[in-house]
């Protein structure tokens, strides 16, 4: 990291959290961000939905609210972006403080509450980005409003899908996002399979993104098993699946004072729990319906382990506001060389190993 570098990331962390963050994106929204990063190692790409990924690690919902900068963050070296939460008409979010580093343990509390622009904005900005499938894939998060009534939910996901998909490589369901009242509700086998029905149905034939679903840790491992089989149901396929969002729970061993705070939990405390209900999910959909893996991800050791537990993609979030976008180029280089250790050519060739049981190491 140079020195302008680690001075700036110092700068951003004895901010308040959210000023942080947004002068983050302010400072790529002028250009001020990285220049194309050299092109990956042909070891990293994986290609998922017949896509070309140039490499795994993504950058998770919550950053780019409302795909003001999904070109720069790519430039930062992931493969692909999701942006979003992005809900049809504009809200402000929960009252600040709303977002609360717990640094001792690794972890953000948050509770924004999907603040974000609304669709028409993030329409503006997706339409007019060339899309250069070489320099990454960008897909949305979709989300209901606040103030949409439960029972017309479906609507808010099927506009959405609609005026966004056209313009996005994938498209993400959040029915698990935890600041929004209700909305975690929607997991349900019933209403999971009636969002997806009424969202397939009013994209558009000739411009359909691949549709997921991203769910809560919080769910049981039954209820988990209950959604990879509906995800497998004919009728409302989905496309993939991203576990996880943030948890309500609060584990034992948190330690800053902020744990108190209401709101979704990520970070470290969240990789065992990530890791589990990937490994659940994969039981039934290795092979099926392409995984998502994020929660708690820090090292390339964090990634491998996905990988071959069954995920096909990885993100990150939280552990970029303790380290930086310099992380990202360090990550890929230890993935690497953590592939060539335990004696996998590629990140395909280690996608589900452990479920092969035909492990390299
Ligand atoms: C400040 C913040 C905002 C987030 N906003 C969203 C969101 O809008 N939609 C969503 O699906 N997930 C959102 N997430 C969850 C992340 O995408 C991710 O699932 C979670 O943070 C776990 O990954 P991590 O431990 O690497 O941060 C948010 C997370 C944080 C910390």
Redesign the pocket.
Known sequence: MSRVDSMFLGLLQAMDPEKA?DLSIRTLARGLGPSLPPPDDPALAVTVWGRPFRNPLGL????D?TALVPDACLRMGFGFV?V??ITPRPQPGNPRPR?FRLQDDG??I?R?G?N?DGMIVAYDRLSRRPRWEDRGLVGA?L?MNADTPIEHAADDYATLACVLGPHCDFL?L?L??PNTEGLRQLQSPDSVRAIVRRVRAAMPTRARPPLCL?VSPDLTNAELEALADVALEPENPLDGI?C???TTARPESLTHPAKAEAG?L???P??AR?LEVLQVLAAKLYGRVPLIS????ETAQDILARLRAGASLV???????YFGPRLVPRLKTDLLALLQEQGFATVEEAIGADLKGSAAA
């Open positions: 963050h998770a919902a919550g950053y609210k999701e979003g939460g977002l972890a953000v948050n924004m999907l974000n998060n989300a993400v959040n698990s996002s991203k991203v996880v969002n943030t979704g990520s970070g470290a969240l990789k990530a994020v929660g708690g991800i993100q990150i979030y939280t552990v970029l506001a």
